[in-house]
């Protein structure tokens, strides 16, 4: 098999990068709705959630909500500043803190179908082998990001370290981030569930100051997703089913930018953050997927 190193340097990928950009006067008042009343205007759910775009579903206690996908990008574009995504289907909430309230934090659920992906390396990923990979190519290409106005990144560790559950094929890990030497550092906390036709993914946002709540919240949340009978990973036909051609270690390895190129197709210029909030996302030949979450500091939504 190929080192963890090879396999990460020939890894594409994007990571999703946000700043606050608070909201003018004059766009507050062509958004004409004040964030609480926002809030309130969005239909929660609980219970059982069906995610029929991933053959899966969530099974959520009392201290979870569900967005579906119309009102989940409501709240990431409307809300929060994000430009238009459609690969976004839903978003969880935790009903405390609530989004408007200090420490909040929420789980963007999306969803690939790049086809079955083999568990065979994951028994034999070297994780500090991984990241020492990762935090040099990260920082061998500030350089250049710094150059083309990206600021700089540098992934300072494992906030949580990777785990792959082999009977349940779920994975998660969280990297501790900081953006041009700033001393608040960023969360990205990640869940991916294996499945038969691809994998779910569920990306915590939040600040590093939030990692308990954030872990405890994720724990709880990580046995209440699974995909439906049919398309679970051990209702795999190899003679039938695609595969996908990375592994375990590249759904690790691959949710950080490591060119400053991937940076310019997302087109977002760093600023100075506020709360800063990082989605890890995976391009492999597809083009880079976009996604940021950056909370707006009071003021009106649309």
């Known amino acids: ?35 609480e009343q926002f809030v309130k205007s969005l239909d929660f759910h609980t219970g059982p959630i069906a995610v029929p775009a991933a053959k899966a579903h969530f099974n959520l206690g009392d201290e979870f909500q569900y967005l579906e996908k119309a009102d989940a990008r409501r709240v990431l574009e409307d809300m ?28 963007v659920v999306t969803y690939s179908d790049d086809g079955y992906v083999s568990d065979g390396d994951a028994k034999d990923i070297d994780y500090s082998e991984l ?8 920082r061998e290409a500030n350089p250049e990001r710094v150059k083309a106005g990206y600021g700089s990144l540098d992934l300072i560790g494992w906030a ?22 700033e001393p608040a550092h960023s969360l990205n906390y990640d869940i991916r569930v294996l499945g038969r036709y691809g994998y779910l993914s569920l990306n915590a946002v939040s600040a590093m100051s939030d990692l308990s709540a954030v872990r405890t919240g994720m ?6 997703t699974e995909f439906n009978e049919g398309a679970r990973y051990a209702d795999h036909n190899a003679s039938t089913d695609k595969v996908a051609a990375y ?28 709360k800063l909030l990082l989605i890890g996302v995976i391009a492999l030949g597809a083009g880079v997927r976009k996604l940021f979450s950056g909370k707006r500091e009071g003021g009106t939504v649309r």
Request: neutral net charge; hydrophobic residues 50%.
């Open 1 to 35: 098999m190929k080192s963890i190193k090879s396999v990460a340097l020939g890894l594409l990928a994007a990571a999703s990068l946000l700043c606050l950009l608070p909201a003018t006067a004059a766009a507050q008042e062509e958004q004409g709705m004040s964030a």
């Open 219 to 224: 724990d709880r949340l990580l046995p209440m």
């Open 80 to 107: 929060w500043g994000n430009p238009p995504d459609d690969s976004v289907l839903g978003l969880i909430v935790p009903r405390s803190p609530g989004l408007l309230e200090d420490g909040s934090w929420a789980v």
């Open 131 to 138: 990241l020492e990979t990762m935090q040099t190519s990260i």
């Open 160 to 181: 949580v370290p990777p785990r792959y559950d082999a009977d349940s094929k779920k994975l998660y890990w969280a990297r501790e981030l900081a953006f041009n030497n």
């Open 247 to 274: 592994g375990v270690a590249t759904l690790i390895g691959g949710g950080l930018a490591a060119k400053a190129g991937l940076f310019a197709k997302v087109g977002l210029l760093l600023a100075k953050f506020w």
